[in-house]
């Protein structure tokens, strides 16, 4: 039973582009909701992370939108560069000991 | 400031061997973890601790093994390879108690098992 469900499993932008990459969940005590980036060989890394009680953090050109009602959250990634070329993981978790991850998007940006 | 190593890199098993994946981190985290890495799968949390003594199972714990010795170490055993178990490893360990943020992973080890 996979809690947290991410799509696309693959996404291509262009250079400049908007990326966005969408997640759902299904237990409603989850309570932080953290992306992380990974690039080929590496580990992955925190990237950005929301908790309930607000809708939208921002920071820098990476954005989470977060729609509790729905149940939902995405990734939005603005002026897209190929260096954000990477695979991106959601996740969450409802205490401080299971972070949940989803599929995984690869996200390609070409030039 | 070396954060979380992990040995091997890379290793081939056949069917039914043993070997142990090491885990180390120097950031005095309380908290260490063992993920598995399969393509359209995610990661999957195998086993977890929240302090020496103390170790739980994850999502996919069966065919592994683990303990906590001290602070800085986390080992994952595998007790009798098997072919589902080829996947990339990651060890990941952050601050412990009720804190609720940033998971540090190391580079991964990569096991094929034949």
């Known amino acids: 039973q996979q809690q947290v469900k991410q799509s696309p499993q693959s996404l291509i932008v262009q250079k400049g582009g908007i990326s966005i990459i969408n997640c759902a969940y299904e237990?409603?005590?989850?309570?932080?909701f953290p992306w992380y980036q990974q690039f080929p060989g590496k580990g992955p890394a925190l990237l950005i992370a929301?908790?309930?009680?607000?809708s939208e953090k921002k920071e820098g050109r990476f954005t989470i939108s977060f729609n509790k009602s729905a149940k939902q959250f995405s990734l939005h990634i603005m002026d897209s560069q190929p260096g954000d070329s990477a695979t991106y993981f959601c996740?969450?978790?409802?205490?401080?000991?299971?972070?949940?991850f989803g599929q995984g998007t690869r996200l390609t940006i070409n030039p | 400031n070396a954060g979380v190593t992990q040995t091997p890199k890379f290793q081939v098993l056949k069917t039914g061997q043993s070997m142990t994946l090491q885990c180390a981190q120097d950031?005095?985290?309380?908290?260490m973890s063992w993920y598995r890495q399969d393509p359209g799968m995610g990661l999957r949390l195998i086993h977890y601790?929240?302090?020496?003594?103390?170790?739980d199972q994850g999502e996919v714990p069966n065919g592994y093994n683990v303990s906590r010795s001290t602070t800085e170490d986390f080992p994952l055993r595998l007790l009798s390879a098997a072919p589902s178990q080829t996947s990339v490893y990651f060890c990941?360990?952050?601050?412990?108690?009720?804190?609720?943020?940033?998971?540090?992973f190391g580079e991964g080890s990569r096991l094929t098992v034949l």
């Open positions: 929301i908790r309930p009680d607000v």
């Open positions: 601790s929240v302090g020496a003594g103390i170790t």
């Open positions: 996740a969450a978790s409802r205490t401080s000991e299971k972070l949940v």
């Open positions: 950031m005095n985290h309380e908290y």
């Open positions: 990941a360990s952050k601050r412990g108690g009720a804190y609720v943020g940033e998971l540090f």
């Open positions: 237990n409603t005590a989850f309570d932080y």
